[in-house]
């Protein structure tokens, strides 16, 4: 079993800025992928950014060039610096990890953008 928690995230106004912080435990020997989701009012989930055990970054093409995700193996812990936010960016953002083919996801936690 993998745990995932979430910490940061809040509120913002257009044009700021905001971090989210990601970390793994118990079987984390195996975890591979890790990435961040958002799921907004009505709308699916879907994937904002992730990054490879090897480092390679994918991100969605709506927050390209604004968003980015590292990754510290040593410590399982994912961060997405999330830099000129824009109304669209709100939802809930939910951290994903695989290990052995499985997904495990983190509770969620709230980003507001207000305009």
């Known amino acids: 079993q993998v745990q995932v928690v979430e910490s940061g995230g809040g509120s913002a106004q257009a044009g700021g800025s905001l971090g989210l912080n990601c970390t793994a435990s118990?079987?984390?020997?195996?975890?591979?992928?890790m990435g961040w989701y958002r799921q907004s009012p009505g709308k699916q989930r879907f994937e904002v950014a992730h990054?490879?055990?090897?480092?390679?970054?994918d991100y969605a093409f709506s927050v390209r060039g604004r968003f980015t995700i590292s990754r510290d193996n040593a410590k399982n812990t994912i961060f997405l610096q999330m830099n000129d936010l824009k109304p669209e960016d709100t939802g809930v953002y939910y951290c994903?990890?695989?290990?052995?083919?499985?997904?495990?996801w983190g509770q969620g936690t709230q980003v507001t953008v207000s305009s």
């Open positions: 994903k990890i695989m290990s052995w083919g499985l997904a495990y």
């Open positions: 118990g079987r984390t020997l195996s975890v591979t992928g």
């Open positions: 990054i490879k055990e090897t480092l390679e970054t």
